[in-house]
C-alpha cells in the first residue's frame, strides 16, 4: 500500500545507496521500529511518531528547539498571549499568514479551536483527558483565540505547544479526508510536508516553501523504518543514513563515538521505565505481592545494565528534575529476602506468574528482560508476549496486560504525569481513559487539588503527598530513567544546541544543513 500527497519517484531512487543518498539536501534518518503507525498527532504517542511529527507541525507555543524546560517556552503560531489574573482566561494572537500544507490555505482561528477541540475529544484524540479542564476555545476573531477553563491548571501552555494534543492541525485536510484518510496523509504548518508513506519501510516528508520562519536548508527528509539495531549501525557506519536513534547501551555510545565523522548525543528529558501493576488482577490485587515485586527489583543493577552514563536510577512515580518530583521519595529498596517473606505471607511460598504483553523495541525489550531476570530470583515469573510496538500499544490500552512496562517523557511538570498515570479518570477502557494501566486512585484528592492550588509550595506539597500515597499502594515500580541517545553524522548541524526534545527526537528545522 503506497500513499502519497505527490507524484512519486521510483523507490529506489529514493533509497539507492551511494551519492543519492550523500546530497546534501537529503536527510535519511534510521528509526528504531517497523513502522511509525497512524501519522495522526492527536492520536499517536510512540517513540517512533513522536520526532517525525514534530517536523510536520507546530503548537500556538513551543519549547525552543534543543530545550525541554518549560521556561524556555516561545511563540510559535500564536505570536502573543495573556492570562486572566485568576488563570482561568488565556488569549491568544496568531501569526498572520501562516500556510497549511498541500495549498489549504491560510492557518486561522478557526483552525486552532478545531485542533484543541479535537485534541479534547476521545473520539479523534490519545490525550483527550488532558483538556478536561477546558471549558470552551472560541475564535474571537480570524487571528485571535480565546481558551475558557474551568479551573486554573499548572500546565496550560504545555497543551497549546507542539507536542501530543497541542498540535495544529488544518481543518481542511481533516474534513476532506475523514479521521482515517488524515492518519495517513496528515496535513500541518510546520517546517516539512508529507509526501509519501510506504508501511513498514518509510515516509518521506519535503521541505515546506512557505514555512513562516523561512524555507528549510533541507530538502528532503527519508525516515527509514529499520528495527534492526545491527542493521542502523551498519547502514550509518556505510553512510547510507546520516542521522539514527541509537541502543540505549553504555557499549553502543563508547563504540559509535570512536568511529571517525560520527558523534552521539545524550540529551533530556530521560524516559522513566515504570512498572505498573493492575491492582485489579490476581494475583497483583494482592499488596503483598505487588511489594514483593518492588523489593525484587535492583535499581543499581538495572543503571549498571542499561550504562551508568546514560541512565539514571528512578527517584518516584514522576521522573527526576520535573517541578514537583519527590527527589527523595520512599521507595520499596532491593531486598530479595524480603520479597520471598511477603510471597510467602501472600500465599504463594512457590511463587508466582505475572503475565506480560511487551513491545519488540529492542531497548525497551532488553530492560524487561533483565527485569524477568531478577524477579525470578524472588520466585516471580514473568510470562512475557511480544508484540511490535503499534500493537503494544493498542494491547495495553484494552488492558490485556497484568504488568505493563512504560518508558516515557511528559511535559516536564508533575501534574501532566500524576494525571495520565495514577489518577483514576485515566483507567484504561474507561470513557476517560489515558494511560492508567495499575486502575491507580488512591491519590485522586491530592492531584485535583493541586491543579488548582495558586501558592507553589502548596502545590509542591500535594504533588508530594500524592507521590507518597501511590508508592505506598505500590500501584507502580518506578525503576530507570533514560536519555535520549542518537548518532549523527559530523556533518549535519541541526542549527542549536541540543539539550532536550520532548518529542524524544531532535528537532530537524529550517537552519539544520549539512556542513560538507
Given at each position: 500500500m503506497r500513499m502519497s500527497w505527490m507524484a512519486g519517484g521510483a523507490l529506489a531512487a529514493l533509497l539507492a545507496t551511494g551519492p543519492a543518498l550523500a546530497q546534501k539536501t537529503t536527510l535519511v534518518i534510521g528509526m528504531q521500529t517497523q513502522d511509525a503507525g497512524v501519522l495522526d498527532p492527536h492520536i499517536n504517542s510512540g517513540t517512533p511518531g513522536k520526532a517525525l511529527l514534530n517536523w510536520m507541525f507546530n503548537?500556538?507555543?513551543?519549547?525552543?528547539?534543543?530545550?525541554?524546560?518549560?521556561?524556555?517556552?516561545?511563540?510559535?503560531?500564536?505570536?502573543?498571549?495573556?492570562?486572566?489574573?485568576?488563570?482561568?482566561?488565556?488569549?491568544?494572537?496568531?501569526?498572520?499568514?501562516?500556510?497549511?500544507?498541500h495549498d489549504l490555505g491560510e492557518f486561522t482561528a478557526e483552525d486552532a479551536v478545531f485542533s484543541l477541540?479535537?485534541?479534547?475529544?476521545?473520539?479523534?484524540?490519545?490525550?483527550?483527558?488532558?483538556?478536561?479542564?477546558?471549558?470552551?476555545?472560541?475564535?474571537?476573531?480570524?487571528?485571535?483565540?480565546?481558551?475558557?477553563?474551568?479551573?486554573?491548571?499548572p500546565s496550560l501552555l504545555g497543551q497549546v505547544m507542539n507536542y501530543h494534543g497541542g498540535n495544529m492541525v488544518c481543518k481542511k485536510a481533516v474534513d476532506t479526508l475523514g479521521k482515517d484518510g488524515f492518519a495517513r496523509k496528515p496535513a500541518g504548518t510546520g517546517p516539512f510536508v508529507f509526501a509519501e508513506y510506504v508501511p513498514q519501510q518509510y515516509v518521506k516528508l519535503v521541505a515546506n516553501p512557505k514555512y513562516f520562519r523561512g524555507e528549510p536548508k533541507i530538502k528532503e527528509i527519508i525516515y527509514?523504518?529499520?528495527?534492526?539495531?545491527?542493521?542502523?549501525?551498519?547502514?550509518?557506519?556505510?553512510?547510507?543514513?546520516?542521522?539514527?536513534i541509537g541502543r540505549q547501551e553504555q557499549a553502543w555510545v563508547d563504540r559509535t563515538n570512536k568511529i571517525p565523522g560520527?558523534?552521539?548525543?545524550?540529551?533530556?528529558?530521560?524516559?522513566?521505565?515504570?512498572?505498573?501493576l493492575n491492582m485489579t488482577q490476581p494475583p497483583l490485587d494482592n499488596i503483598k505481592v505487588r511489594q514483593a515485586i518492588a523489593h525484587a527489583i535492583d535499581r543499581a543493577g538495572i543503571q549498571q545494565f542499561r550504562g551508568p552514563a546514560i541512565s539514571r536510577q528512578a527517584v518516584s512515580v514522576v521522573p527526576s528534575g520535573y517541578f514537583g518530583t519527590h527527589e527523595t521519595a520512599p521507595l520499596l529498596?532491593?531486598?530479595?529476602?524480603?520479597?520471598?517473606?511477603?510471597?510467602?505471607?501472600?500465599?504463594?511460598?512457590?511463587g508466582v506468574t505475572i503475565k506480560a504483553i511487551h513491545t519488540?523495541?529492542?531497548?525497551?525489550?532488553?530492560?524487561?528482560?533483565?527485569?524477568q531476570a531478577q524477579l525470578k530470583r524472588a520466585g516471580i515469573t514473568l510470562d512475557i508476549t511480544p508484540v511490535e510496538h503499534p500493537t503494544f500499544h493498542q494491547q495495553i490500552r484494552q488492558d490485556l496486560s497484568q504488568l505493563v512496562h512504560f518508558q516515557a517523557a511528559?511535559?516536564?511538570?508533575?501534574?501532566?504525569?500524576?494525571?495520565?498515570?495514577f489518577h483514576s479518570r485515566s483507567i484504561v477502557k474507561t470513557p476517560t481513559a489515558v494511560t492508567n494501566f495499575s486502575h491507580c486512585k488512591v491519590a485522586d484528592a491530592e492531584i485535583d487539588a493541586a491543579r488548582t492550588e495558586q501558592d507553589k509550595a502548596k502545590q509542591v506539597a500535594l504533588w508530594k503527598t500524592a507521590q507518597e500515597k501511590i508508592i505506598n499502594e505500590v500501584c507502580a515500580v518506578p525503576v530507570n530513567e533514560m536519555l535520549m541517545l542518537w548518532a549523527f553524522k559530523d556533518s549535519l548541524d541541526l542549527g542549536y544546541e541540543l539539550k532536550g526534545s520532548l518529542n524524544l527526537g531532535p528537532p530537524i528545522t529550517e537552519q539544520t544543513r549539512f556542513t560538507k
Open positions: 503548537g500556538l507555543v513551543r519549547i525552543k528547539p534543543g530545550q525541554a524546560s518549560p521556561d524556555q517556552i516561545e511563540p510559535d503560531i500564536a505570536e502573543s498571549w495573556t492570562s486572566s489574573a485568576d488563570g482561568k482566561e488565556w488569549t491568544f494572537k496568531l501569526r498572520q499568514g501562516v500556510q497549511c500544507h477541540q479535537r485534541a479534547g475529544s476521545k473520539d479523534s484524540s490519545a490525550f483527550s483527558s488532558d483538556y478536561s479542564a477546558f471549558d470552551k476555545v472560541e475564535a474571537v476573531d480570524k487571528y485571535t483565540v480565546r481558551i475558557t477553563l474551568k479551573t486554573p491548571i527509514r523504518f529499520i528495527p534492526s539495531d545491527a542493521a542502523r549501525d551498519l547502514a550509518l557506519q556505510a553512510g547510507e543514513i546520516d542521522m539514527m560520527l558523534k552521539v548525543i545524550a540529551f533530556g528529558p530521560a524516559e522513566m521505565s515504570v512498572i505498573h529498596p532491593h531486598n530479595l529476602a524480603r520479597a520471598k517473606q511477603l510471597l510467602t505471607e501472600a500465599g504463594f511460598p512457590n519488540t523495541l529492542p531497548g525497551m525489550m532488553g530492560f524487561i528482560e533483565a527485569t511528559r511535559f516536564p511538570i508533575a501534574d501532566v504525569y500524576l494525571t495520565q498515570f
